[in-house]
Nanobody, 120 residues
């Protein structure tokens, strides 16, 4: 059983930065970050393969967010820069049994989420 624990969320002003971390137990998997704002569906943010050599981003975060991983520590991070009020959401890390996955249904394991609030 994989357990994922996110941390690093909080309140930040527009234009600011936050780094989210996800600590995983057990074996390593391709990983992704998703977010869900109130009243909206969960949406893909970024994904990374096992080696860290492949990454994918949603259009609305390209150039602002960076996903990375440290397999020695079994952690995945999401560096978020130039944050906007519309980035406000609960952010979830997730583990997939396959690479190159961007749909929530393709991820088998999920963390509990961490709140990110961006004030204008």
């Amino acid at each position: 059983q994989v357990q994922l624990v996110e941390s690093g969320g909080g309140l930040v002003q527009a234009g600011g930065s936050l780094t989210l971390s996800c600590a995983a137990s057990g074996r390593t998997y391709p990983m992704g970050w998703f977010r869900q704002a109130p009243g909206k569906e969960r949406e893909f943010v970024a994904a990374i393969n096992l080696s860290g050599g492949w990454t994918s981003y949603a259009e609305f975060v390209k150039g602002r967010f960076t996903i990375s991983r440290d397999n020695a520590k079994n952690t995945v991070s999401l560096q978020m820069n130039s944050l906007k009020p519309e980035d406000t959401a609960v952010y979830y890390c997730a583990a997939s049994q396959s690479t190159f996955r961007v749909l929530p249904g393709e991820y088998a394991y999920w963390g509990q989420g961490t709140q990110v609030t961006v004030s204008s």
